[in-house]
């Protein structure tokens, strides 16, 4: 009977994709990243074409000793790391490590993890992406000539412990950029003026002065509002017109990374970490009832598109829950 090994990123998404391939598969997790960077040095040889050297990541041996020994014994080996640069970059080390051949087609990605995806996922192999796998080799590279170089100046020029950083330095611009025009920013003085007023059904009716003798107004001062309280106390109001419309409000998109970060921020003040463990928690798989299902898409995109069979199963549901 053959075999086929599988490995993901994470024990938690092995075990709940494990249950959806069954006997014929055996899935294990490379735990993250297996090669990089040695953190000694630069690793990067700027005079030789910025020739990448790569170490073993400290820790990772033995994981790295159970997948050559478990990639032996399969007839077939597929790599199902994260579906971006950054799981590309793992599955093309994952490659290098166990001696797979470049143009073998052992790259599997899908966006959430279902029985379904799972399935259709093991039934379409590619080869490995190398336009996402140098994307990921060119950020690692900036980072470390950014980061690596500019943070001892730092040190030197300014002060100890100081970092510099491909993105963190660019940040920092941007906020010293806003700082400033927070700072040459001359505040302007305005008033508003709200009513509230007894209608001949007993309710209060809020009203908003937003023109003046058919003009739009604008009040800058406390003596200006004086004068127009003084023209209007007690004087009768009167509703002279009622416009009713309809609108439609259209659904808000799915989440991306940034967005869900936000709205759990700001609704039930989730850090940005905790946020993400929670949905990486939610992806990966949750047990309910006997079994483990992933409850959302993959969490790490700027992307809204839904996949169509999700589209139609919550169109079902709808209809079914609350008719057309």
């Known amino acids: 009977m053959s075999n086929t ?3 993901v990123e994470s024990p938690a998404k092995a075990k709940t994709i494990g249950k959806f391939l069954g006997k014929k598969y055996t899935v294990k997790a490379s735990v993250g990243h297996v090669r990089d960077l040695p953190k000694s040095q630069l690793g990067v040889d700027v005079d030789n074409d910025f020739e990448l050297k790569y170490i073993t990541i400290r820790g990772k041996g033995e994981i790295l000793k159970e997948l050559k020994s478990a990639a032996k014994k399969a007839d077939n080996v597929l790599l199902a790391s994260d579906p971006d640069r950054e799981g590309e970059a793992i ?16 790259r599997i990605v899908f966006n959430e993890i279902t029985k379904e995806t799972i399935k259709e996922a093991v039934k ?12 990921q080799q060119a950020r690692r590279v900036l ?16 002060k100890k412990g100081l970092s510099a950083g491909r993105v963190q330095s660019v940040t920092l611009r941007i906020i010293i950029d806003r700082e400033e025009e927070i700072n040459k920013f001359i505040p302007e003085e305005y008033w508003s003026l709200t009513a509230l007023l007894n209608t001949s059904e007993k309710k209060i009716l809020e009203a908003k002065l937003a023109k003046k003798s058919g003009k739009k107004i604008n009040i800058t001062n406390s003596n200006e509002i004086d004068k127009i309280i003084k023209e209007i106390e007690g004087k009768p109001f009167v509703v002279k017109d009622v416009k009713k419309r309809k609108r439609k409000r259209n659904p808000a998109p ?71």
Not at 124 to 135: F, L
């Open 143 to 158: 980072d470390r000539l950014v980061g690596y170089k500019l943070s001892p100046l730092l040190w030197r020029k300014i």
């Open 254 to 324: 799915p989440f991306t990374t940034s967005s869900l970060q936000q709205d759990a921020y700001r609704k039930i003040n989730f850090t940005a970490k905790k946020t993400m463990s929670i949905a990486q928690q939610l992806y990966e798989g949750i047990e309910i009832g006997k079994e483990s299902i992933g409850l959302i898409t993959y969490i790490r995109t700027d992307s809204t598109r839904i996949a169509e069979t999700a589209q139609k199963e919550a169109q079902d549901f709808i209809i079914d829950k609350y008719g057309k």
């Open 91 to 106: 599955a093309w080390h994952l490659m290098q490590a166990l001696n797979i051949d470049e143009d073998t087609k052992c």
């Open 124 to 135: 379409n192999p590619r080869s490995i992406d190398n336009n996402r796998v140098e994307a």
């Open 5 to 7: 090994l599988v490995i």
